[in-house]
Nanobody
Framework: QVQLVESGGGLVQAGGSLRLSCAASGRTFSSYAMGWFRQAPGKEREFVAAISRSGGSTYYASSVKGRFTISRDNAKNTVYLQMNSLKPEDTAVYYC?????????????????????WGQGTQVTVSS
């Protein structure tokens, strides 16, 4: 059974930083690309960032590029999302997900259907 557990969310002022973590178990972590998505109140879940199996390739939504950094530690089965220069519009529940086995593992997947397991989410609130 694959499990993904996010942590690190919280309340932060605009301009501040947070680092989210996602601990994975139940699957050979290094064999799968990983992604982060977010869902703001009243909105659909949207892609944030993805990282390849090795961590050598990353991909970002335009709204976060230059402010967020996705990384992974395959020895710890953990993927991270470093969020800097946070804005109120970054307020959302953040989810990590593991790419489906049919994926290429290149860290380019940005659609929900390309991921098969999801964490429970962690709330990030950015105050103005």
């Amino acid at each position: 059974q694959v499990q993904l557990v996010e942590s690190g969310g919280g309340l932060v002022q605009a301009g501040g930083s947070l680092r989210l973590s996602c601990a994975a178990s139940g699957r050979t972590f290094s064999s799968y690309a990983m992604g982060w998505f977010r869902q703001a109140p009243g909105k659909e879940r949207e892609f944030v960032a993805a990282i390849s199996r090795s961590g050598g390739s990353t991909y970002y939504a335009s709204s976060v590029k230059g402010r967020f950094t996705i990384s992974r530690d395959n020895a710890k089965n953990t993927v991270y999302l470093q969020m800097n220069s946070l804005k109120p519009e970054d307020t959302a529940v953040y989810y990590c997900a593991t790419e489906a086995p049919y994926g290429l593992g290149l860290g380019r997947a940005n659609r929900e259907y390309e991921y098969d397991y999801w964490g429970q989410g962690t709330q990030v609130t950015v105050s103005s």
